[in-house]
C-alpha cells in the first residue's frame, strides 16, 4: 500500500527503521526524509511491518523515482523475498525513470559504487596508517582548539569560501537543504559537531550523525592551509576516539573519488558496495535530455 507522507504513522515508521542493521538507516527515519524529499510517500505492509520509502516526483507529467540529495541508497526493510517482487514491480512500471541506490533490486541497468566504513572498538586508532599518524602530529603542533557547539552556517560558509568553485552543481537550494537537516537531526539529538580553531579561528568544522551504535559523517571542512598540515585527519581522529566507547561503525560515506576513498582508508576504513540502478523508459527526445541530466 503506498501511504502519503501525511497520512504515514511516524511513530511506527521510525520505530521499523529503528530495527534495521542497515549501513543506511540514517537516510529512512521520517525527519531525514522530510527534509530531502518532502513529498516522499511510503510503500507499507501489514501494520509497518515492511516499510520502503517512496520519493518520487512528477515532471511534465511523467514520474521520476531519484535518489536524494544527502543519500546514498534505500533499503526494503522486512520484506519477505515475494514481497520485495512486488515492491519492485511497482516501483518499475510507475516510474518511467529510476535512479535509485540499493542492493536489493534488478532494474534497469546497474553501475557498482563504493563507501567506507570503519569498525569502532577501543583500539580503532591503532588502524590508522602512518601517514595519518604523522598528519595527526603536524597539526596538534599548532595547539588546536576543538568545540562542540552547534554551528551550522559557520561550517555552511567556510564550504562554499573553500569548495563552492569546485562544486558549482550545489547550488544555493542544496545548502539550504544541508542546513536544514542538520538543524533537524540537531532537534532529533542525534547531531554532533566538531569544529576546530587555531589562535582563536575557526579553521575547520565536520558534522556527524549518530543514531544507535552507528555514526554518519556527514559534512566537513578545513581550510586549504591547514588541510594540507592535518586538519580533517584531526577531526576525523577525535571524532572515532569520542564515538568508540559506545559505537560499533563510523560511516565516511565514501566516494568513488579515489584521492577522497584512500584517505577515508587510511583511517583503517574498508570499502562496501552498493549499486546505482537506472532505467530509463521516456520516450525520445526526453530520454536523450534526462540521460544527459542525470547521466
Not at 503506498?2 to 527503521?17: G, L, M, P, S, Y
Not at 543506511?24 to 515492511?50: K, M, T
Not at 558534522?207 to 552507528?214: A, R, S
Not at 576516539?241 to 560499533?248: A, T
Request: one cysteine or more.
Amino acid at each position: 500500500m503506498i501511504i502519503q507522507r501525511k497520512n504515514i504513522n511516524v511513530k511506527k515508521w521510525d520505530e521499523r527503521v529503528s530495527l534495521s542493521n542497515e549501513d543506511g538507516i540514517f537516510f529512512h527515519f521520517s525527519w531525514y526524509l522530510d527534509v530531502v524529499a518532502p513529498n516522499w510517500e511510503g510503500f507499507v505492509l501489514g501494520d509497518y511491518e515492511a516499510i520502503f520509502p517512496i520519493t518520487g516526483v512528477n515532471k511534465w507529467g511523467v514520474n521520476f523515482l531519484i535518489q536524494p540529495f544527502l543519500t546514498r541508497s534505500f533499503s526494503p526493510m522486512g520484506f519477505e523475498p515475494s514481497q520485495l517482487i512486488s515492491l519492485q514491480k511497482y516501483l518499475q512500471t510507475h516510474f518511467r525513470y529510476v535512479q535509485l541506490g540499493s542492493t536489493h533490486f534488478s532494474v534497469g541497468q546497474a553501475v557498482g559504487r563504493t563507501y567506507q566504513c570503519l569498525e569502532l572498538n577501543e583500539n580503532a586508532a591503532a588502524g590508522f596508517s602512518e601517514n595519518h599518524r604523522r598528519q595527526l602530529k603536524k597539526f596538534q603542533a599548532f595547539s588546536p582548539k576543538l568545540t562542540h557547539d552547534f554551528r551550522p552556517d559557520e561550517v555552511i560558509q567556510l564550504f562554499r569560501k573553500v569548495k563552492g568553485e569546485e562544486f558549482l552543481h550545489l547550488k544555493d537550494r542544496h545548502y539550504r537543504m544541508l542546513r536544514q537537516l542538520m538543524v533537524s537531526a540537531n532537534e532529533q539529538g542525534k547531531l554532533f559537531q566538531f569544529s576546530v580553531f587555531v589562535e582563536g579561528q575557526m579553521i575547520g568544522s565536520s558534522v556527524y550523525l549518530k543514531i544507535g551504535t552507528k555514526v554518519l559523517y556527514l559534512k566537513g571542512i578545513v581550510t586549504s592551509e591547514y588541510q594540507k598540515v592535518g586538519g580533517m585527519v584531526y577531526l576525523h581522529a577525535e571524532a572515532i576516539r569520542f564515538f568508540s566507547g559506545d559505537c560499533v561503525s563510523f560511516d565516511f560515506g565514501g566516494s568513488n573519488n579515489q584521492g577522497l576513498a584512500n584517505f577515508n582508508r587510511k583511517f583503517g576504513a574498508a570499502d562496501r558496495e552498493y549499486l546505482l540502478l537506472t532505467s530509463n523508459r521516456l520516450p525520445w527526445p526526453l530520454k536523450n535530455l534526462v540521460n544527459r541530466k542525470f547521466g
